[in-house]
């Protein structure tokens, strides 16, 4: 069992001066999204933006990740915690699946409900330059305390990977920060929409607040009865939207057969018998659209 240490840490390397944290998290069912972009400066002619992912193969770990029923966070590595059984700088697997969140080591293990957790937040720098060094500190403050444990974690980490994302599980029972290398905070956020919709889909201060708003609407008349059902159904089921590409194939096929089904004519071109009402010809592909010369005649 690990202490949890209550510090964080200061990257030494060159920060634009309009820096700034994006902090993703969620807290007790109210969630916040508080992402104001991250800009690194490796050096005075160059800024890194966050959208680096997409050069570097992540947009296809974080598509990856969205599109899993379990996305699992492989090679995170332990910072701190207390109440779970691991230790600074073990790596673990992190794997959200339907009913909730499974941590694993090679030699220990922890399991927990999303009814059990109370806050899940991404934050971090994102990309930034390799060779620099970590020292303790705490998040958001301009001076560093050398010596803290944490550093010499984050250091061992700093040289294999140029991501730095921060995630932070706090559960009934206790919690855990955890350094991942593979997707910046933003992404990462993204690749675990579902997690989130789950998270707020449980609370009932939030689906209580949205009934409320959806009633309002019904009693001024915004909506009628039959949208309010399905607004209210729509917190827990998920809607069924409309596959447009299987929809315009059904229209194509229903208009050619309507087209086949019509009187039939007689290409002005190879003479052969095609529906009267074609757009071209099947067999000599002359085009009968606007602005042609050539029509079709009745049979």
């Not at 919709?197 to 009693?219: F, Y």
């Not at 809607?239 to 315009?248: F, H, I, K, N």
């Not at 096929?253 to 290409?267: L, T, W």
Request: net charge positive.
């Amino acid at each position: 069992m690990c202490n949890f240490f209550v510090c964080a840490v200061y990257f030494f390397g060159r920060p634009s001066a309009s820096a700034k944290k994006a902090t993703l998290k969620w807290r007790g069912g109210e969630p916040e999204w508080l992402s104001t972009g991250w800009r690194w400066a490796p050096n005075d002619g160059a800024l890194v933006n966050r959208a680096r992912i997409i050069a570097t193969g992540g947009d296809q770990r974080m598509t990856s990740l969205a599109n899993s029923s379990a996305p699992t966070l492989r090679g995170c590595i332990v910072l701190g915690c207390s109440g779970y059984p691991f230790l600074p700088a073990d790596q673990v697997s992190v794997t959200f699946d339907a009913n909730g969140v499974s941590l694993r080591s090679s030699q220990r293990a922890a399991s927990f409900s999303y009814a059990e957790l109370a806050e899940l937040s991404i934050t971090g720098p994102g990309s930034v330059t390799s060779g620099g060094g970590f020292v303790g500190g705490g998040f958001g403050v301009e001076g560093a305390l050398e010596g803290m444990a944490i550093a010499t974690v984050l250091n061992a980490v700093s040289t294999k990977t140029k991501i730095h994302t921060f995630i932070t599980m706090v559960a009934n029972f206790g919690e855990i920060h955890l350094h991942y290398g593979d997707l910046e905070p933003s992404a990462l956020r993204v690749a675990l929409a579902s997690v989130f919709v789950k998270l707020r889909q449980m609370n009932p201060d939030w689906l209580s607040a949205r009934k409320k708003i959806i009633e309002g609407q019904l009693v001024a008349g915004a909506i009628s009865t039959q949208e309010s059902d399905l607004l209210l159904e729509r917190l827990s089921t998920p809607p069924e939207w409309p596959d447009l590409v299987a929809q315009r194939a059904i229209d194509d096929a229903r208009a050619k057969a309507a087209v086949e089904s019509g009187p039939p004519g007689i290409c002005p071109n190879c003479q052969k018998v095609i529906p009267l009402h074609s757009e071209s010809c099947k067999y000599c592909k002359a085009a009968f659209g606007a602005g042609s010369a050539w029509v079709v005649t009745p049979q």
